[in-house]
């Protein structure tokens, strides 16, 4: 009897552990869609699964799964709503499948822990699916494209996200064990065309390595603009996330070393230091426009960690703002109230990267350069 005791604890306790990946970490994409979700004017206050219950919110998934493998985006994947009606709320645009925001290689994740987990196919026959669309997604040149323009987007962590997806499964990750060797095979060629247009796409300035675009062209690879206000230029938060990904290659190649060095370079030339960014509650709301009922501003502070902008100039590395008029401004100050608190414009995305940098060069050696 108590060694049946005993043996129901521990088969308990590994149960909890094996679940605590997917509340801990795959619910973070979902939190992100709920946001825009909300934003959209879904309303508030509807019943959401608890994070522990993962059965459910993968049996969400499973239902707003398209029928081409992929999701639509800004979706509560964990609301107690019913799928169907959701769905048909949705204007016709909204419920294609995207990788924008976040979506399809987060849902792929989460099917394949909770297959992990419970060794219930439906989770991972849903996970392949997933899978298959994105590879089926994927353009001749090896890239991906987001929501707002056709182009090769590293903006909303689109190209990252999926390149991430299948550095996982290439290096053997536990969730994606039941992934045979042909698929394995198909990731892999992706994997390495993705790569390679990544480190076609970081900019080059007079013969020097810079960062990347929100997006790329295409064709020629050339920045292009998305949205009015997301002019072609140097986008430091989308940057971060690639040289971070590109850090995590276990084997990097020369090019990558050299693409890694010139962003971390690039990232320590441009830093934004004595500045701090506040927020400051206006309840009566701003001269300007009253139903806008918070500020943002940036402030001197001596103590205060770097920043950097979201925008710099592709000549020259100067930051900018713009509006939604296409208008580059240089301050918050001259931008309209509703850009100016409703798009994240300067933050610390820099510091991970350069923090990461002592250690990962110390890992692939500080002489290995490309030889051209």
């Known amino acids: 009897m108590l060694r049946s005791t005993v043996r129901k604890l521990l088969v308990a306790i590994l149960f909890l552990l094996a679940v605590s990946p997917i509340r801990a970490q795959e619910t973070a994409g979902f939190d992100f869609r709920v946001n825009r979700w909300l934003r959209a004017g879904k309303g508030a206050g509807y019943p959401r699964y608890a994070p522990e219950q993962f059965r459910e919110i993968a049996d969400n998934i499973l239902a707003y799964q398209n029928a081409d493998g992929g999701w639509p985006k800004n979706v509560d994947m964990m609301a107690r709503l019913d799928p169907d009606s959701v769905v048909q709320s949705l204007a016709p645009r909204y419920r294609t499948s995207t990788i924008d925001n976040f979506s399809v290689y987060t849902q792929v994740a989460y099917l394949a822990e909770t297959y992990r987990v419970t060794g219930e196919a439906r989770y991972r026959d849903g996970a392949q699916r997933g899978i298959e ?3 089926a997604a994927q353009y001749p040149n090896g890239g991906w494209r987001g929501w707002d323009v056709d182009a090769v987007t590293f903006n909303d962590n689109v190209m990252e996200g999926v390149l991430s997806l299948w550095l996982d499964i290439i290096y053997g990750h536990p969730r994606y064990a039941w992934i045979g060797g042909q698929l394995r095979e198909r990731i892999r060629r ?29 064709e020629t690879l050339q920045p292009v603009k998305a949205r009015s206000y997301e002019l072609p230029s140097l986008s430091a938060g989308e940057s971060a996330d690639i040289v ?9 190649s020369p090019e990558v070393v050299d693409a890694v060095k010139a962003a971390v370079a690039w990232y320590d030339k441009t830093k934004i230091t004595g500045k701090r960014i506040v927020w400051l ?41 713009c509006t939604r008029a296409g208008v580059k401004v240089c301050s918050l100050r001259e931008m309209p109230a509703e850009r100016r608190v409703g798009y994240l414009w300067f933050s610390d995305w820099g510091t991970e990267v350069l923090d990461a940098y002592p250690a990962w060069l110390e890992r692939v050696g500080q002489g290995k350069t490309c030889v051209r």
């Not at 402030?299 to 100067?318: I, N």
């Open 244 to 252: 971070l990904l590109l850090m995590r290659i276990a084997d990097p």
């Open 281 to 321: 509650d206006v309840p009566e709301g701003l001269p300007e426009d009253r139903s806008v009922k918070n500020d943002r501003l940036m402030v001197d502070d001596p103590d205060a960690g770097p920043l950097w902008a979201r925008f710099y100039e592709l000549d020259d590395d100067t930051w900018f703002l």
């Open 190 to 218: 992706s994997w390495e065309a993705g790569l390679d247009l990544v480190l076609r796409c970081q900019w080059v300035r007079d013969g020097v390595r810079t960062v990347w675009p929100q997006q790329c062209d295409h």
């Open 133 to 135: 669309y994105l590879l």
